[in-house]
């Protein structure tokens, strides 16, 4: 997280506008205002603390609702003035009941839409610690390492016939069963997506004369 004294906290009277950005899809939450005191408070806690210029105090975000926004990191602009803040929302995050104060589906990149697999993975993680009564996932670990395999040969089987004689929407369903699969098996091993996201683009890079 930034230090504090390299903000310009003259240039507005004390205040700068701090964008919140969902940590993982990139969509663009809120807008709130932070003075030295809530961005201490932010690092201190964790959560997201602004300077609620109505209230004339510091206002945590989900105090009353429950749906704080977990701080992932924080950078400051060029000029100084003004800072970006990478959060995780529990809940939504509009007091409308809308995921972002920009509506339910704010312009997003084309890209963002696969960010849902960073959230499933942590959905993995959570069922792998918590092993949860009935839970699928819970019951694939306690299968084992080589019945986990098996399904992912199984489900890479299946996705292969589908590509020759089922449907569009077959297929899909299909790698969407070896997708999830697969990152139980990596999660499994200890690994996770993004490493074989840094394996790909390592090859990129060394396919193209980049490397």
């Known amino acids: 997280m930034i230090d504090a004294t390299r903000v310009d906290w003259d240039k507005a009277d004390g205040l700068v506008p701090a964008i919140v950005q969902h940590a993982d899809s990139g969509a663009v939450l809120m807008l709130g205002y932070m003075n030295r005191e809530a961005l201490e ?43 970006l803040v990478l959060a995780r929302p529990a809940g939504p995050v509009c007091h409308t009941g809308t995921p972002t104060c920009f509506g ?53 089987l299946e996705l292969a016939l589908a590509a020759v004689a089922q449907s569009d929407a077959d297929v899909t369903a299909e790698a969407a069963d070896l997708l999830y699969h697969t990152l139980l098996l990596l999660k499994a091993r200890g690994l996770s997506l993004a490493a074989v996201v840094a394996e790909l683009e390592a090859r990129h890079r060394s396919r193209s004369g980049t490397a």
């Open 41 to 83: 408070a932010t690092r201190a806690s964790g959560l997201v603390t602004f300077w609620s210029r109505r209230r004339a105090r510091l206002w945590t975000k989900g105090e009353t609702s429950g749906n704080g926004l977990a701080v992932q990191d924080v950078a400051l602009d060029c000029d100084g003035d003004t800072l």
């Open 104 to 156: 339910a589906e704010p312009p997003r990149a084309a890209s963002a839409s696969l960010a849902f697999l960073a959230t499933l993975e942590r959905v993995i993680e959570r069922r792998m610690a918590e092993r949860p009564e009935g839970s699928y996932t819970a019951k694939l670990l306690a299968d084992g390492p080589r019945r986990l395999a098996q399904k992912v040969g199984e489900e890479g």
